[in-house]
């Protein structure tokens, strides 16, 4: 079975981030896994940057748009650094693909 | 919103019989205001930090004027090749989709330090690319990306109504094909790997390549036949 993850509903501001708005918050799946890459929110600022996982994560579009969504089983891909991520207990329901 | 030509929309032929020409140039396209508008912080840091490096012997102007050379000589012809390939030999397919970066070089690709993820369209999915952060692309592999990618509208609207923004390309795709797209938030660039149209069995890798242009590997297109070959195929 697919691991199940939530995009971390952080609202840091003024930081070079690339998690995207309106993943924060949603549960995807994981797609795989690439390796580890240097953090951008440090070296955006040319800081020694930790080697930090980065994971490509499937959503449904039903999981980000709800009820507003064009077709609720289409999917989207995106990549989000592990420390953007936290586990989701397969008891919880929520909605994956 | 698919049209690149952004600066030709009130170009010739296009039926504007009473239009009136008043402030058009002779060849009937608008005047156009000079940029006179001061430079932006980011375009002023652009030209300080360039000055410095040459300045200070780091680079000289000739390397960057063949580096940007390089990068403007970049084009999908590269792209159109690789997936030519995949499409005729089904071992260099599956190196293409386990390792995209290393399954390019294999070809000679030129692409610097390119992370490359590929995603197959079948029958059932049809995948579609997008930055919606900025602009991430695979110039190495495509050259520059089209104006249409870097725009709100695209990067906004194509993960929310993908279909209807296929559909504005002219592609209307059918109810039980799955739509995935591919949001390049972080270090990975993408190539949509198109499936080969019918009626082109035993076509050479050349002929194949022909068929693949810039919009079906970002997937807001797909190959077809021309229209010659389509009659031939059908019939």
């Known amino acids: 079975m697919a691991e199940r993850v939530r995009v971390k509903d952080w609202r840091p501001r003024g930081f070079h981030l690339r998690t995207p708005w309106y993943l924060r918050g949603k549960t995807g799946v994981i797609e795989r896994r690439l390796g580890e890459f240097g953090n951008p929110e440090q070296l955006a600022y040319g800081l020694p940057a930790e080697k930090k996982p980065l994971l490509r994560v499937r959503f449904t579009m039903r999981e980000i748009w709800g009820d507003a969504a064009e077709r609720p089983d289409d999917t989207l891909d995106a990549e989000i650094y592990a420390h953007w991520l936290e586990p989701v207990a397969d008891a919880e329901t929520t909605d994956a693909p | ?235």
């Open chain 2, 1 to 235: 919103m698919p049209h690149d030509h952004h600066d030709h929309d009130h170009g010739h032929g296009h039926g504007h019989a009473h239009h009136s020409h008043e402030g058009m140039s002779p060849s009937g396209h608008p005047y156009r205001a000079d940029q006179d508008a001061p430079l932006t912080d980011a375009q002023a840091l652009e030209i300080a930090v360039r000055e410095l490096l040459v300045e200070k012997g780091i680079v000289t102007e000739a390397q960057i004027a063949e580096a940007i050379a390089r990068m403007d000589a970049r084009s999908p012809a590269m792209g159109a090749k690789v997936v030519a390939r995949a499409w005729t030999d089904p071992a260099y397919k599956a190196r293409l989709l386990a390792d995209g970066s290393a399954a390019a070089r294999e070809l000679g690709a030129d692409i610097d330090a390119l992370k490359l993820v590929v995603v197959e369209n079948d029958a059932a999915t049809h995948n579609v690319i997008v930055c919606t952060l900025c602009s991430c692309y695979p110039r190495t592999l495509l050259g520059l990306p089209p104006d249409w990618y870097k725009q709100r509208a695209y990067r906004s609207r194509v993960v929310i109504e993908p279909r209807r923004v296929l559909s504005e390309f002219g592609l209307d795709l059918p109810d039980e094909v799955a739509v995935r797209v591919h949001d390049s938030t972080a270090d990975m660039r993408y190539l949509v790997l198109p499936a080969r149209p019918q009626g082109t069995e035993g076509w050479s890798e050349e002929r194949l390549a022909a068929l693949v242009d810039r919009d079906s590997m970002i997937g807001v297109a797909v190959p077809r036949l021309p229209a010659g070959d389509e009659a031939a195929a059908a019939g």
